[in-house]
C-alpha cells in the first residue's frame, strides 16, 4: 500500500506540474496576444496620425494654390481695367486732335 500511495502521491504532483506548466504557457500566450494587439492599435494609430497629417497639408497646398489662383485673376482684372482706361484715353485723344 505505501509503494502505491507514494506512486499515486508522485502522479498527483506530476498532474499538478504539468497543469501549472500549461496554466503558465496559456498565460504567456495570453500575454503574446495582448503584446501584439497593443502593438497593432499603435501601428493603426500611427498610421492615422500620418494620414491626417498628409490630409492637413493637402489642405493647405490646395488654399494655397486658390489663394495664387484669386491673386492671379485679381491681376489680370486690373490689367484688363488698366488696358481699357488707356484705351479711352487714346480714344479721347484721337478725337480732341479729329476736333482741332
Known amino acids: 500500500r505505501r509503494a502505491q500511495f507514494i506512486s499515486g502521491e508522485e502522479a498527483r504532483k506530476q498532474k499538478e506540474m504539468e497543469q501549472r506548466e500549461l496554466e503558465e504557457a496559456e498565460a504567456a500566450l495570453k500575454e503574446k496576444l495582448a503584446e501584439r494587439k497593443i502593438s497593432r492599435e499603435q501601428e493603426n494609430a500611427r498610421k492615422e496620425a500620418e494620414r ?49
Open 52 to 100: 491626417k497629417e498628409r490630409e492637413e497639408r493637402n489642405q493647405q497646398k490646395q488654399k494655397e494654390i486658390e489663394e495664387q489662383k484669386r491673386a492671379l485673376q485679381e491681376k489680370i482684372e486690373k490689367a484688363k481695367e488698366e488696358s481699357r482706361k488707356k484705351r479711352e484715353a487714346e480714344e479721347r485723344e484721337k478725337e480732341e486732335r479729329r476736333k482741332q
